[in-house]
């Protein structure tokens, strides 16, 4: 339980809109979560446009804001909230962040900026790639990077005098390697090959036909061809290709280490362009494939960082990324530190064996 809000209650909206999955938090400037939905992906490249991803995450924002009543009875006296907040339509949310995947390049960002405020979730709004929540997850210090590595892979730093870096974040085309979606494929392209003796052998050939009920690798291949299996579904893969690494699979682990060496490049390339190699920088580490800690994947990780920046700060996100846009719309209204702690509270991510 918090103490009683001191000043005028402020409402705000945390949106992480997420390539697999999306959040919305509606929160209070006193840190207190008063609503929480989830639902599938809403990045605008895959989901069909911007129209498409904004009428989805506007139902999650609806749903959000519905469940409040709910939120706000388990948590404290709805009684003493009746009497300090209003109803949360658009004009009384004070503030929307939304840390959104697919906003990469300037004219994409910029459209999507134009669409969450012609939204009127909120009196104002802040709209920003989904890089950015996970860096504000991770830290509140100046000098820091972040890398995402989810179903894709992408990267942000920031130094002291704000400088921030950027990657256009466009998968094969601007040069990116990784994500559990690209994992997934790997893991049948090392199948495939071991199977019909173009590579070596592997594990991954009977692990991978195995996942989805299938006598061979090739066959797995040939169900994605025919539509019979979706693409989308070889991102399941990734776990599988972690497993039979962990086994001790030759193959795998290499493709292991090659993710790991890649989140490294990108850290690396993103903290020499703003001049960070010789400081004590906060590396901030989150996404799916990062966060269920793989030791190989993670000790890649960190041998390769100490090499080049041997004071970095490493941190494993395990906290949900919404909690990082919440944080931002908290830093902009002016909210206190213990705020800032009760939504860390509110919004802690439960592990799970």
Request: glycine share 12%.
């Given at each position: 339980m ?14 992480d809109?997420?390539n ?5 938090v509606?929160?209070?400037t ?12 809403t990045n ?27 939120v706000?009875?388990a948590a ?12 949360s ?5 004070e ?22 405020a012609?939204?009127?979730w ?7 790639n989904?890089?950015?929540a ?15 590595c989810?179903?894709g ?8 005098d704000?400088?921030m870096?950027r990657f256009?974040?466009l998968g094969e ?8 979606q ?7 392209w090392?199948?495939?090959?071991a ?12 692990a ?12 797995v ?6 539509g ?10 990734s776990?599988?290709?972690?497993k039979?690494a962990?086994?001790?699979?030759d193959?795998?682990r290499r493709?292991v280490?090659r ?5 490294v490049?990108?850290a690396?390339?993103a ?5 960070l190699l010789?400081?004590?920088?906060d ?5 799916g ?16 960082l100490?090499?080049v ?19 931002l719309a908290?830093?902009?209204?002016g ?13 802690a ?5």
């Open positions: 918090t103490g009683p809000v001191t000043g005028p209650v402020r409402l705000l909206l945390a949106v809109g997420g697999s999955k999306t959040d919305v509606l929160a209070d006193g840190g207190r979560v008063l609503g929480r939905a989830s639902g599938g992906g605008h490249q895959t989901a069909g446009g911007i129209p498409a991803a904004m009428r989805r995450l506007d139902a999650l924002v609806h749903a959000a804001q519905a469940g409040r009543d709910q706000e009875r404290r006296d709805p009684v003493e909230l009746a009497d300090r907040v209003e109803p339509r658009g004009d009384q949310v503030l929307v962040v939304a840390c959104l995947a697919g906003a990469d390049l300037p004219a994409e960002l910029a459209a999507l900026r134009a669409a969450v012609a939204a009127g909120a009196r104002r709004s802040i709209v920003d989904d890089s950015l996970l860096l504000r997850a991770g830290t509140a210090s100046p000098d820091a990077v972040a890398v995402v989810g179903a892979v992408n990267c942000i730093a920031r130094a002291a704000g400088r870096v256009p974040a085309l601007t040069g990116d390697w990784g994500g559990g690209h994992l997934g494929r790997l893991a049948l090392h199948a495939v090959r199977e019909d003796g173009r590579g070596p052998a592997t594990a991954l050939a009977t991978v036909a195995g996942h989805f009920g299938q006598p061979s690798a090739s066959d291949a040939v169900a994605v061809q025919l019979t299996l979706s693409r989308r579904r070889l991102g399941e893969l776990p599988v290709l972690f039979v962990r086994a001790g699979d193959v795998a493709v280490v993710q790991g060496q890649e989140v490049a990108f690396i390339a903290m020499r362009r703003i001049d010789g400081s004590e920088v590396v901030v580490l989150g996404g494939v990062l966060r269920a800690r793989d030791p190989l994947l993670l000790d890649t990780i960190d041998a390769g100490r090499a920046v041997p004071h970095a700060r490493i941190t494993v996100v395990t906290a949900p990324p919404v909690l990082g846009a919440a944080l908290l830093d902009a209204l909210a206190t530190p213990d705020a800032h702690a009760t939504l860390r509270a509110g919004l991510f439960k592990e799970t064996s």
